[in-house]
């Protein structure tokens, strides 16, 4: 067989090698080139007994195959002595596999300290021995495989065999450690599990399945492991009778309790489902993996507390998922009928407005509208069963208490929009609790249209020990006598119309519902008294009554109202403070609700905000022009920042923070490659310092790759997940890692000064709010001097080559996977290389919906295809500029094969 699996000059043992498995396994390497050490004592399946009829037998078929052997009659617990033997007639070891075994099968309440003694002493101590021995020599010369046999008895346990399943599966956590500890020297342990017919299995199963289960059909698997070309390190496989299995840990999600929470016998028997289910698992495969829930929970800070109704741990904070909705006009009036527009006089103009469409004056959207879309979609994620992580209540406990609704900029009367919803803040009120839901709604371009704050009071949750919240007496309305008052009479059927807005709530319609909470008959829902309110509010401060001047709403519910009562809004001017009309607000009107025939406050504690002036839609932004051999553009005025200037920034920010050294006491060392790079982050000693190198010891080290390194200074990367991917090594004090949160607060632009400064321009501009890069200030005009003849682009010929390249390489699309958009500067020019969509494509040009931009000249861009240049150096010293995903800079290896 041409590609045969070869052992030629491999010297291999094989303990228990006389009968069964160890036979079949020292035959195949025999016959396949390898010297092999054929041990065995020679005694019974038990234990007892010793001859070397059974090893010599095997050395003679293997010398019949034309291969060397030589026989060892040791015992396991002498390691030492068969690892010498191979040392003796062979001169070195390669391959180690620990096959010896007996078995002392009883039950364990027959069991004697012999039988389990035995069993530990040839197993595990035996496997211990002969691998010790041999190790050294495996890792001086940097090569080495090692097998241990395990059982399924092990792994599942088997009655009657306590003892034997002990030992087994202690071999598995054996070979395992041996797997991380060799790895470095190009020693690999992996673990098997057979089923053969063999003397040892004869006792505990049927004739006729042992005949099937050939010790042949497991030979081939240790055979593999052994060879030089695998590369499996640390496996546990099971194999027997023609099937082949790897085996890996299963781990339930299970329940995770804040650190502080009280845990009990009760607490666990009820989050029992989700400590046992494994609908949700994951696999970890190192003890890294293994304690990332713990580590990740301790890191998260101690316990807010909970109870049967509210885990505030798992829901404050916790984002719903994003929800998609859309309305039209129809559903605009449908909702200014339902919260009483027109209801006093159909033919108002300022009123038909808010219903009719075609309104010569233009139709508005009543701004309350902008809560009906969002509680919509998140009514629609109730039905479904979809509630907020750690929230465990039903609509039967809560009552809907206050209100807060902003708008960003008038409401479209038609618009698609996309809901973001998270758990903002929960409050302990004693015997309730109250949940804060934000939610934010954005527009098709993505444009942040309304805010919406639900406060939810949740009947006896409370008492988890939590914060109360505010007593603010914001809001409340100054002792003298209202700038305006509006009274309007709710009709009869009202909450039956205002219910098509989307509250389906059969409290508002359902009289049996009804006095099954204990009112008379339906109640009107909060919500449509709360756009009677801001209708009112609106017609009597809005300038011309113009809906479109309001910003903000905030309410607090404080009485149910019933259809046919009359509401009462009393309404004051309030005091605008400097901040407010920084923002450009005009007005604050403070207002109550009540109800004219019971002299109930149904609404207090309000607000509506109302803009200085309409505000207009953002501009949308306008693609940049396409640079081109006409037009060149314009070189950057800034480098790209490196992880140096990040450390050099770091520096900065410690000189002017001299006490972070005192708070933090802490030497850390971060070790980049790809480019390779050390730094020493002295946060312990004097004021702090920053240095290159690794002077002195860490407390401390980080190990990661530069790019990561940048991703996770950036926030593309969460330093929890590359810990827990393996991009991110932390040794010593791994806990002092978290205390480098303090980088959160480093200012961008002390890294943008250094960058800059390291690029010969001086300091960097003030960053944009927006935390973009700032841009380049234009140049003051002035004459030109004469300059010399500007050097031919050689880009235009290299892309060219490129396109050719792409059409003759198919793969560079699978290899590279991103749309290049590349900046030639002196000369200027511009071209898109699409490597991501179909068989690939260059066009001349920009595309604004690249992966990367790379921003590079003429001359560079040549020395790329040459090999004289590498792109990560390019970058390190900020003459390659990467906006977008850094990774597919990684990637233009490829232009190498245009040189």
Not at 220 to 233: F, K, M, Q, R, Y
Not at 383 to 409: A, C, M, W
Not at 639 to 656: L, R, W
Not at 808 to 824: C, M, P, T, Y
Request: proline fraction near 5%.
């Amino acid at each position: 067989m041409a590609n045969e699996l070869r052992f030629d000059g491999k010297v291999v043992i094989i303990t228990g090698a006389g009968n069964g498995l160890g036979r079949s396994h020292a035959l195949l390497f025999g016959s396949r080139g390898a010297k092999v050490v054929v041990n065995d004592l020679g005694g019974g399946h038990t234990g007892g007994g010793k001859s070397s009829a059974a090893a010599d037998k095997v050395v003679e078929e293997i010398k019949a195959l034309g291969g060397e052997a030589v026989a060892n009659y040791d015992s396991v617990e002498d390691g030492a002595k068969i690892v010498q033997s191979a040392l003796d007639h062979f001169k070195r070891v390669d391959v180690v596999i620990n096959n010896a075994g007996i078995l002392r099968d009883v039950s364990f309440a027959k069991m004697t300290e012999e039988d389990w003694d035995l069993i530990y002493r040839v197993h595990v101590l035996g496997a211990f021995r002969v691998t010790h021995a041999a190790w050294p020599h495996l890792r001086d010369q940097g090569y080495g495989r090692v097998i241990v046999t395990a059982s399924a008895a092990g792994i599942y346990g088997n009655f009657g065999q306590a003892n034997y399943s002990l030992a087994k599966l202690g071999l598995v956590g054996f070979a395992q450690t041996l797997a991380l500890e060799g790895a470095k020297k190009n020693v690999h342990v992996n673990a098997i599990a057979p089923i053969a017919g063999s003397r040892m299995t004869e006792t505990i199963l049927p004739k006729e399945l042992i005949d099937a289960l050939k010790p042949e059909y497991v030979t081939p698997l240790v055979a593999w492991l052994c060879h030089e070309d695998c590369s499996e390190n640390g496996g546990l496989y099971e194999v027997g009778g023609g099937f082949f299995g790897k085996l890996r840990w299963e781990r339930t999600k299970g329940k995770t309790f804040r650190v502080g929470r009280s845990i009990t016998p009760e607490t666990l028997k009820q989050s029992w489902d989700d400590v046992v289910s494994f609908e949700k698992a994951d696999h970890p495969a190192n003890v890294n993996e293994s304690m990332a829930p713990i580590l990740t929970n301790v890191q998260a800070g101690p316990s807010r507390g909970g109870n049967e109704f509210i885990d505030v741990d798992l829901a404050l904070g916790a984002e719903l998922p994003p929800v998609e909705s859309s309305y039209n006009e129809r559903d605009v009036a449908i909702y200014a009928l339902g919260v009483g527009a027109t209801g006093k006089d159909p033919l108002d103009s300022k009123e038909l407005q808010l219903v009719y469409e075609l309104h010569g004056d233009g139709f508005h959207a009543l701004p309350t509208f902008g809560v009906a879309p969002a509680l919509s979609a998140f009514l629609s994620l109730a039905k479904e069963g979809k509630q907020g992580p750690g929230l465990n209540y039903g609509f039967d406990r809560v009552l809907h208490s206050e209100q807060y609704t902003e708008i960003k900029r008038p409401l479209p009367t038609h618009a698609k929009l996309v809901h973001k919803g998270r758990i903002k803040d929960i409050f302990d009120k004693g015997k309730a609790a109250l949940v804060v839901t934000e939610i934010k709604s954005y527009d098709e371009n993505g444009e942040e249209l309304i805010v919406n704050e639900l406060t939810t009071f949740v009947r006896g949750a409370g008492g988890f020990g939590g914060p109360r919240g505010t007593s603010s007496e914001a809001n409340t309305p100054p002792e003298r006598a209202p700038d305006a008052v509006v009274t309007e009479k709710v009709p009869e059927n009202q909450a039956l119309l205002y219910r098509l807005s989307g509250d389906w709530n059969p409290l508002h319609a359902d009289p049996n519902f009804a006095k099954a909470f204990g009112f008379d008959r339906p109640i009107l829902h909060g919500l449509c008294t709360f756009g009677y309110v801001g209708r009112h509010v609106i017609r009597a401060f809005a300038p011309g009554g113009d809906p479109r001047y309001f910003r903000s709403i905030k309410v607090r519910f404080a009485e149910s109202v019933f259809p046919g009562e009359t509401l009462v809004t009393e309404m004051w001017k309030g005091e605008v403070s400097e901040a407010d009309r920084a923002k450009g607000i005009a007005q604050k009107i403070i207002f109550h609700c009540k109800v004219q025939e019971r002299d109930k406050v149904v609404i207090s504690r309000a607000a509506i905000e109302l803009f200085e002036q309409i505000p207009q839609p953002l501009p949308k932004a306008k693609p940049a022009p396409a640079a081109s051999a006409e037009a060149p553009a314009a070189a950057s005025s800034s480098a790209a920042p490196t992880s140096a200037d990040v450390f050099t920034g770091i520096s900065k920010h410690i000189e002017k923070n001299p006490e972070l050294a005192a708070k933090v006491k802490t030497v850390f060392r971060f070790v980049l490659t790809n480019p390779a790079s050390s730094w020493t982050l002295d946060l312990k000693n004097g004021a702090g310092a920053v240095a290159a190198g690794t002077e002195g010891n860490a407390d401390c080290t980080l190990e990661l790759a530069d790019l990561d390194f940048m991703d996770m200074c950036t926030g593309k990367a969460d330093p929890q997940k590359l810990y827990f991917g393996g991009k991110l090594k932390i040794s010593g004090n791994v806990m002092a890692s978290q205390k480098l949160e303090f980088l959160k607060k480093l200012d961008p632009n002390l890294v943008l000064d250094a960058a800059r400064a390291r690029a010969g321009g001086g300091s960097a501009p003030a960053q944009a709010s927006n935390g973009a890069a700032p841009a380049a200030a234009p140049a003051e005009a002035a004459p030109a001097a004469a300059a010399p003849p500007a050097k031919p682009s050689e880009a235009a010929g290299i892309f060219d080559k490129l396109n050719a390249l792409i059409a003759k390489n198919r793969s560079l699309v699978d290899e590279v996977g991103a749309v290049l958009q590349f900046q030639i500067q002196e000369p200027g020019g511009a071209w898109v290389v699409d490597l991501k969509n179909g068989a690939g494509a260059v066009k001349s040009g920009t595309d604004a919906s690249a992966t990367t931009t790379l921003t590079l000249t003429d001359a560079d861009l040549v020395a790329l295809v040459k090999g004289t240049e590498q792109a990560p150096s390019l970058f390190q010293r900020g003459r390659l500029r990467v906006d977008g995903d850094l990774r597919a800079a990684q990637k233009l290896g490829f232009l190498k094969q245009l040189g």
